[in-house]
């Protein structure tokens, strides 16, 4: 009785009500949560014990942020999504999307003429408002091109959509030629164009190809084979590794060990392989994730070879295919070759392109492989591994090629990884660096390699842009510092991303094999991860 | 033969905070069929809510007896542990329980990666060392065993005759055996399921923080990225024990802790962890489903 009487008391709450009610529970909870670990922070004194400092203050600003979300939430986030559903009664439409309701052209017009209006007196910005007004207008200015590009993005959704994998391979195509031709133009000056660009192609650009390319790969084994590997970073650690040691110690150039990395690192994929073929689930991920601590306390401990957590550095760089370098005091030179200014973009620039080059060739293969006898199989094994037996199909090669293939495109990027630091440790080969690239991988929506450029370029590029934000000192005090908070964001956007969207960005797929039409079929009604 | 013993003490002590643990990844495991990645971070918050509290009460009271310290930190560190993993659980995985297995695999993954970051930037990235709590040392025929391991292995001991009453001889534990043999069969008997899970995880986080308080006390340190490695080591234990089963979590929980004593005291210290993983592999080859784990019936 006393809960029909409590789901009774709710149909009758108001919205504002049950918001208030909630907004009650979520600060009592919250309170709970942060009163330590917000309200108190543990700091070393002079003689070096530890002492609390209480930040109340802080507290009770976090807690009342999150009563006040959970309100606003709970009070008008709901009542509007089910508003959003319910047909109005005259017309027979349901009522316009948010979209279209929030990229409307007068709005996008009135952001065009602001932020070019802030443009134009940039430079006076300080003089007019004086500087802690400057800063919000910077940062008012940042969100109406923001704004614009968007309502941009929006308006074109369609063709976008119709149009996705050509658009992408383009835009990644002309991007280092736009960043650098864009910051000339800005700055005045061609050497100071490609001195600028570093950052955007090297930060941005190569950081996120190499993630797609991982991703790609370990979709290899988790999105078409469906073994769940939590330990695919061992295997861009044996590419780093074996590209590190043989150029070091042997001096052989990029291009002939870019295959022997695959190589090794496909070995290793089988050697993995074998133990686990006859595991299922989580035991597979359990012994993949203890493989790749295994690989990397080899490489820590074993220090006659790889030099312990000190790491290899001085791994010579990648030529031009033999015909230029990109070492200043060699004679051939890119500057010198071609007569131009020395500049360390070109490298980086170079190196875009390789990875671009890498990661399409991935795509490539995976898209070729599936539609081969052994891509069909490793989809069947997905999807139902004792059918898979029934049918005749040999499981042990199955399994086996999915982790030899997959470790291959990890070796590869691994090799790439070291050509482009010049310097490898094993911290660059955590569990974490596997988390990430799962995450990416489901994410994206499993076996979807579009979603999963999308899911690379979102996180590892959401996260990255963070570093970028200096206009929020201006919010928060000189002494923020975004990039703190990088990894903790990362990790609650996976969270909210996941329950938002639990297929992943691209949510359904189209069957490689079919019987007189294709038809697509929603992800949700398929099996996937049991290993 | 001394030294044998002694490092079965030592094994004995580490195997009993692995095995605590461990007990959290395996109900967790046997109630939902999911990998809980967040409870290593549990533990850590655990250690590390023990370690402010202690703070809190050396600050105080100056002189007061350890052992009444000592169940303080311990009771406080296991409400507080147990409010996260109960929110937790109903913000992060919950609204996917009906979704697919990997998706609650990366809220889990997501959930640990802020924990640890959460932690860090709360209350900074250093480590956080306390002056030692219990220092007396017992010395028995030339073994030399603690005052702290004993606290240890005599808690762990307490608590696992605790838990085995509740899961084995009270209704809730029934219902939790219910739930894990059939859940939509326990609903449909009358058996709240939502509430049942959540009090699953309430009981995992509660052994979590107390083997993080044993943790702070047996170290006298602790970091944000702390919970990384015993998570994981447990988590091999629970696997090795075969997932699933309580005994097997304590069993394999044990097992790891030997195997590293053991093979730091006659090996190299820098492939203890080398070994406790290949072992895990060399089981598994042999055992696909853990040395307690019931084999898997495949239905078609």
Redesign the interface.
């Given at each position: 009785m006393a809960n029909i009487a409590q789901a009774m008391r709710d149909e009758t709450a108001t919205p504002i009500q049950r918001g208030l009610k909630e907004a009650l529970y979520a600060g009592a909870?919250s309170f709970?949560?942060f009163f330590?670990?917000?309200g108190?922070?543990?700091?070393?004194n002079i003689s070096n014990?530890?002492?609390?400092v209480p930040r109340w203050g802080l507290l009770a600003i976090v807690v009342g942020l999150v009563m006040i979300v959970r309100f606003v939430y709970v009070a008008y986030g709901q009542p509007f999504m089910a508003r959003q559903k319910i047909v109005n009664v005259a017309s027979g439409l349901l009522p316009d999307s948010v979209g279209t309701r929030f990229f409307r052209l007068p709005y996008f017009i009135a952001a065009l003429a602001i932020a070019a209006a802030l443009m134009i007196f940039a430079g006076s910005l300080d003089g007019i408002f004086g500087a802690g007004l400057a800063g919000y207008m910077r940062f008012f200015r940042a969100l109406a091109i923001i704004y614009a590009l968007a309502s941009v993005l929006f308006y074109f959704r369609a063709f976008i959509h119709a149009h996705f994998s050509a658009l992408g391979i383009g835009v990644l195509v002309i991007y280092p030629i736009f960043v650098v031709v864009a910051l000339t133009l800005i700055n005045g000056s061609v050497a100071s164009g490609f001195q600028g660009s570093l950052k955007w192609v090297d930060n941005f650009g190569i950081q996120i190809l190499i993630y797609v390319m991982l991703a790609w790969g370990l979709n290899i084994v988790v999105g078409l084979a469906g073994l769940?590997d939590l330990g695919y970073v061992a295997f861009y650690a044996v590419g780093a590794y074996a590209y590190a040691l043989l150029a070091t110690h042997l001096g052989w150039s990029f291009w002939i060990l870019l295959p022997v990395a695959g190589f090794m690192a496909a070995f290793w994929g089988v050697m993995l392989g074998f133990?686990?073929l006859?595991?299922?689930g989580?035991?597979l991920?359990?012994?993949t994730?203890?493989?790749g601590?295994?690989i990397r306390?080899?490489l820590?401990?074993w220090r006659e070879v790889t030099n312990g957590a000190a790491g290899i550095s001085g791994i010579p760089k990648v030529s031009f295919f033999g015909l230029m370098s990109f070492n200043v005091s060699d004679p051939n030179y890119i500057a010198k070759v071609l007569g131009i200014a020395q500049s360390g973009a070109y490298y980086k620039i170079f190196l875009y392109y390789l990875i671009l080059a890498l990661a399409l060739l991935t795509a490539f293969v995976t898209i070729r492989l599936r539609r081969m006898p052994v891509g069909r199989a490793w989809e069947a094994l997905r999807e139902d591994e004792?059918?898979c037996r029934s049918l005749g199909i040999n499981t042990t090669t199955t399994k086996l090629t999915a982790f030899a293939t997959g470790a291959m495109f990890g070796g590869f990027a691994g090799s790439f990884f070291a050509a482009r630091q010049g310097f490898v440790s094993p911290e660059s080969f955590v569990?974490?660096e596997s988390?990430i690239i799962?995450?990416i991988v489901?994410?994206g929506g499993?076996g979807s390699l579009v979603g999963i450029a999308v899911a690379a370029a979102v996180m590892i590029g959401g996260t990255e842009i963070l570093r970028e934000m200096e206009f929020l000192k201006v919010v928060f005090g000189p002494d923020f510092t975004p990039e703190?908070?990088r990894?903790?964001l990362?990790?609650?956007?996976?969270?909210i991303v996941?329950?938002w969207k639990?297929?992943g960005f691209v949510g359904s797929r189209e069957p490689t094999a079919f019987l007189h039409e294709r038809k697509a079929i929603s992800?949700?009604f398929t099996?996937?991860?049991?290993g | 033969m001394q030294y044998f013993v002694q490092q079965m003490v030592n094994g004995l002590t580490l195997g009993s905070i692995y095995g605590l643990i461990a007990i959290g990844y395996t109900m967790v495991?046997g109630i939902i069929g999911m990998?809980n990645?967040a409870h290593g971070d549990i533990f850590m918050l655990g250690a590390?809510?023990a370690?402010?509290?202690f703070?809190?009460l050396s600050?105080i009271f100056v002189s007061v007896h350890v052992v009444l310290f000592l169940l303080v930190m311990m009771v406080v560190a296991m409400v507080?542990t147990s409010?996260?993993n109960w929110?937790i659980e109903k913000?992060?995985y919950r609204?996917?329980r009906g979704?697919?297995?990997?998706?609650p695999?990366?809220?889990a993954?997501?959930?640990?990666?802020?924990?640890s970051?959460?932690?860090?930037?709360?209350?900074?990235p250093?480590n956080?060392?306390?002056?030692p709590m219990v220092s007396t040392v017992y010395n028995v025929n030339g073994i030399s065993i603690s005052l702290k391991q004993i606290i240890i292995v005599v808690v762990t001991v307490a608590l696992l005759a605790l838990f085995w009453y509740l899961v084995n001889k009270t209704s809730l534990g029934r219902a939790q055996r219910a739930c894990e043999q059939d859940r939509k069969m326990a609903a449909l008997l009358g058996i709240d399921v939502d509430r049942t899970i959540s009090i699953t995880f309430v009981m995992g986080a509660a052994l979590a923080a107390v083997a993080g308080t044993l943790f702070l006390m047996y170290y006298g340190v602790v970091a944000f990225s702390d919970g990384?490695v015993p998570g994981?080591k447990a988590?091999?234990a629970a696997?090795l024990g075969g997932?699933g089963s309580l005994p097997g979590a304590m069993l394999g929980g044990l097992m790891i802790g030997f195997i590293e004593s053991m093979w730091s005291a006659y090996f190299?210290i820098?492939?203890k962890?080398?070994a406790a993983?290949?072992i895990?592999?060399i089981v598994?080859?042999f055992l696909?489903?853990?040395i307690l784990g019931r084999p898997?019936v495949?239905k078609?």
């Amino acid at each position: 009785m006393a809960n029909i009487a409590q789901a009774m008391r709710d149909e009758t709450a108001t919205p504002i009500q049950r918001g208030l009610k909630e907004a009650l529970y979520a600060g009592a909870i919250s309170f709970g949560l942060f009163f330590l670990f917000i309200g108190l922070r543990t700091d070393q004194n002079i003689s070096n014990e530890l002492i609390l400092v209480p930040r109340w203050g802080l507290l009770a600003i976090v807690v009342g942020l999150v009563m006040i979300v959970r309100f606003v939430y709970v009070a008008y986030g709901q009542p509007f999504m089910a508003r959003q559903k319910i047909v109005n009664v005259a017309s027979g439409l349901l009522p316009d999307s948010v979209g279209t309701r929030f990229f409307r052209l007068p709005y996008f017009i009135a952001a065009l003429a602001i932020a070019a209006a802030l443009m134009i007196f940039a430079g006076s910005l300080d003089g007019i408002f004086g500087a802690g007004l400057a800063g919000y207008m910077r940062f008012f200015r940042a969100l109406a091109i923001i704004y614009a590009l968007a309502s941009v993005l929006f308006y074109f959704r369609a063709f976008i959509h119709a149009h996705f994998s050509a658009l992408g391979i383009g835009v990644l195509v002309i991007y280092p030629i736009f960043v650098v031709v864009a910051l000339t133009l800005i700055n005045g000056s061609v050497a100071s164009g490609f001195q600028g660009s570093l950052k955007w192609v090297d930060n941005f650009g190569i950081q996120i190809l190499i993630y797609v390319m991982l991703a790609w790969g370990l979709n290899i084994v988790v999105g078409l084979a469906g073994l769940l590997d939590l330990g695919y970073v061992a295997f861009y650690a044996v590419g780093a590794y074996a590209y590190a040691l043989l150029a070091t110690h042997l001096g052989w150039s990029f291009w002939i060990l870019l295959p022997v990395a695959g190589f090794m690192a496909a070995f290793w994929g089988v050697m993995l392989g074998f133990p686990v073929l006859r595991l299922r689930g989580d035991y597979l991920a359990i012994v993949t994730l203890a493989f790749g601590e295994i690989i990397r306390l080899v490489l820590i401990n074993w220090r006659e070879v790889t030099n312990g957590a000190a790491g290899i550095s001085g791994i010579p760089k990648v030529s031009f295919f033999g015909l230029m370098s990109f070492n200043v005091s060699d004679p051939n030179y890119i500057a010198k070759v071609l007569g131009i200014a020395q500049s360390g973009a070109y490298y980086k620039i170079f190196l875009y392109y390789l990875i671009l080059a890498l990661a399409l060739l991935t795509a490539f293969v995976t898209i070729r492989l599936r539609r081969m006898p052994v891509g069909r199989a490793w989809e069947a094994l997905r999807e139902d591994e004792i059918a898979c037996r029934s049918l005749g199909i040999n499981t042990t090669t199955t399994k086996l090629t999915a982790f030899a293939t997959g470790a291959m495109f990890g070796g590869f990027a691994g090799s790439f990884f070291a050509a482009r630091q010049g310097f490898v440790s094993p911290e660059s080969f955590v569990f974490l660096e596997s988390a990430i690239i799962l995450a990416i991988v489901v994410l994206g929506g499993m076996g979807s390699l579009v979603g999963i450029a999308v899911a690379a370029a979102v996180m590892i590029g959401g996260t990255e842009i963070l570093r970028e934000m200096e206009f929020l000192k201006v919010v928060f005090g000189p002494d923020f510092t975004p990039e703190l908070y990088r990894m903790l964001l990362f990790g609650v956007a996976m969270v909210i991303v996941m329950l938002w969207k639990p297929r992943g960005f691209v949510g359904s797929r189209e069957p490689t094999a079919f019987l007189h039409e294709r038809k697509a079929i929603s992800s949700s009604f398929t099996k996937e991860g049991h290993g | 033969m001394q030294y044998f013993v002694q490092q079965m003490v030592n094994g004995l002590t580490l195997g009993s905070i692995y095995g605590l643990i461990a007990i959290g990844y395996t109900m967790v495991y046997g109630i939902i069929g999911m990998i809980n990645f967040a409870h290593g971070d549990i533990f850590m918050l655990g250690a590390f809510i023990a370690l402010i509290v202690f703070l809190i009460l050396s600050s105080i009271f100056v002189s007061v007896h350890v052992v009444l310290f000592l169940l303080v930190m311990m009771v406080v560190a296991m409400v507080m542990t147990s409010l996260y993993n109960w929110t937790i659980e109903k913000v992060a995985y919950r609204p996917l329980r009906g979704s697919f297995r990997l998706a609650p695999l990366i809220t889990a993954i997501g959930m640990s990666i802020a924990l640890s970051n959460f932690v860090q930037v709360t209350q900074g990235p250093r480590n956080k060392p306390i002056p030692p709590m219990v220092s007396t040392v017992y010395n028995v025929n030339g073994i030399s065993i603690s005052l702290k391991q004993i606290i240890i292995v005599v808690v762990t001991v307490a608590l696992l005759a605790l838990f085995w009453y509740l899961v084995n001889k009270t209704s809730l534990g029934r219902a939790q055996r219910a739930c894990e043999q059939d859940r939509k069969m326990a609903a449909l008997l009358g058996i709240d399921v939502d509430r049942t899970i959540s009090i699953t995880f309430v009981m995992g986080a509660a052994l979590a923080a107390v083997a993080g308080t044993l943790f702070l006390m047996y170290y006298g340190v602790v970091a944000f990225s702390d919970g990384f490695v015993p998570g994981v080591k447990a988590f091999t234990a629970a696997v090795l024990g075969g997932i699933g089963s309580l005994p097997g979590a304590m069993l394999g929980g044990l097992m790891i802790g030997f195997i590293e004593s053991m093979w730091s005291a006659y090996f190299s210290i820098d492939y203890k962890d080398v070994a406790a993983f290949s072992i895990l592999a060399i089981v598994l080859i042999f055992l696909p489903s853990g040395i307690l784990g019931r084999p898997e019936v495949e239905k078609v």
